[in-house]
Structure formats: structure tokens, C-alpha cells
């Protein structure tokens, strides 16, 4: 069975500032598929940024941008010049390519961005 | 683009009555998710559907929850009858194979 980790229950940095979160994951897999959600106050669950564990380049998008480890089943996600609007519950998530389609999440970590 | 819809928004009822929450997926996606969210367990996979059959319903917390789906447009969770410690956010979900999945925005349930 799969697993994911957050060991980070909160965070909070200054608005501007770069921030990482930690997610690690548990899999005898070689081919499967990583994820980052988002949510925030509002409650919705909005995917942040997605990663095929084939693709040794890490993905980006705009100011959010991952450090895959596949060795080391590490996935942490990279937030830059960070903003108010980026406050929120952060999930990491894990998924196989293998016709087991539930997604394992991570207990999230709650990120709040100071003024 | 319309995505998954779920309602209703908030749910307020009496411990013992029948609750019945829906989804309406994203046209075209051949996989539907309903989860649990709770503080203390975070977010729960209750069953998912795959065109429509139940797949895996393993995370049905006892037999007071049932789930269908009765095509491809329609899914319901019920809870029946409904007790206090039912109360949280259930989410439903829908992708296409292992493409990222949608989540609705939640129905947020009491039972008093």
C-alpha cells in the first residue's frame, strides 16, 4: 500500500518570501503520478501542480515549482515570491499508473502567509 | 467549463434522518470519488466509480452509507439513518483515467 507524508503541520512565512513544503512517499511502484492541492479557506480543493514520476524534469507553474527526488521518494513544493492569496491547506498526493486509481493523500500542512 | 457540481452547499438535519448529498461529474470523465473530510482524519476515500460501476467502496464507513451512481451525469452518497458523528465536508471528484482529479466544492454536513 502507498503513503504519503507531510511532516509539517504548519508553516507561515512573510508575504514575498519563498517557502517550501515537504511531502515524502512510500511505494513499491516505478511509474505512478504526484500531486499538490490546494485548500484554501474557502474549502475548495484546487490542484496546484502535477508530476509524472517517468519525467526526471521537475515541474513548474508560474511561481509554484516541485523538487522530485525519485530515489529518495521526495516531493516537495516550492512557493516564490509567496502571497496572501497563497494561504491555504497544502496535499500532497500520490496516484499509480496501474489501474489503481485512488489517490493517497498526505495529512496536508497548513500554510498561512504573514503581511 | 463547468466542473463537478456538487449540492447542496450546506446540509443542516436531525440526528436519525436521511441525508442524501449529489454530484454531477465533468462531462466525459469516466471516474467519480467521493471523499470525507474531518479534522481529526483528514480527507477519507469513501468509493469511487468507474464508468459508472462501483470499484472500490472499502472506505464506506458502515452500512448507514450507500452510494450509486445511475449514469454517467449523477452520483449520490446517502446516509441513512444519520448520526452526530457523520458531520463533516464530503467531496466528490471526477478525472478521466489518471488524469488529476476535479473536486467539487463540497457539501458540508451538521447532524445535531
Known sequence: AQTVTQSQPEMSVQEAETVTLSCTYDTSESNYYLFWYKQPPSRQMILVIRQEAYKQQNATENRFSVNFQKAAKSFSLKISDSQLGDTAMYFCAFISNFGNEKLTFGTGTRLTIIP | DAGVIQSPRHEVTEMGQEVTLRC????????????????????????????????????????????????????????????????????????????????????RLSIL
Open chain 2, 24 to 107: 454531477k461529474p465533468i462531462s466525459g470523465h469516466d471516474y467519480l470519488f467521493w471523499y470525507r473530510q474531518t479534522m481529526m482524519r483528514g480527507l477519507e476515500l469513501l468509493i469511487y466509480f468507474n464508468n459508472n460501476v462501483p470499484i472500490d467502496d472499502s472506505g464506506m464507513p458502515e452500512d448507514r452509507f450507500s452510494a450509486k451512481m445511475p449514469n454517467a451525469s449523477f452520483s449520490t452518497l446517502k446516509i441513512q439513518p444519520s448520526e452526530p458523528r457523520d458531520s463533516a465536508v464530503y467531496f466528490c471528484a471526477s478525472s478521466l483515467g489518471t488524469q488529476p482529479q476535479h473536486f467539487g466544492d463540497g457539501t
